[in-house]
């Protein structure tokens, strides 16, 4: 099992964009689904994106259209590219990685995100 550590966080306007990379400590290529989620104050963690072993993309219904999600199996990283970021994206953000065989889900420690004027 992999130890995921995201970075690229930070303050960025409404409009802007961010991208967010995480880095798994080992090989991800067995990992079936590799992810982010993300937990807005008083909210409850929710899907951003996701990306399974045969590259299938799944977003959740905030990202779509605005925020791709990348896998690479050989630099063992994942990336959230944000584009037209809004207030409403202000949250944390965590890096995900599900085993589901086993039904095991590592997460990194989150990265903040606040997006402000």
């Known amino acids: 099992q992999v130890q995921l550590v995201e970075s690229g966080g930070g303050l960025v306007q409404p409009g802007g964009s961010l991208r967010l990379s995480c880095q798994a400590s080992?090989?991800?290529?067995?990992?079936?689904?590799m992810g982010w989620y993300r937990q807005g104050e008083g909210n409850q963690r929710d899907l951003v994106a996701a990306v399974n072993a045969y590259g299938f993309k799944d977003y959740g219904k905030s990202a779509k259209g605005r925020f791709t999600i990348s896998r690479d199996n050989v630099k063992n990283s994942l990336t959230l590219q944000m584009n037209e970021l809004t207030l409403d994206d202000t949250a944390v953000y965590y890096c995900t990685a599900w085993y589901v065989k086993d039904d095991i889900r590592i997460w990194g420690q989150g990265i903040l995100v606040t997006v402000s004027a």
């Open positions: 080992g090989s991800i290529s067995g990992v079936d689904s």
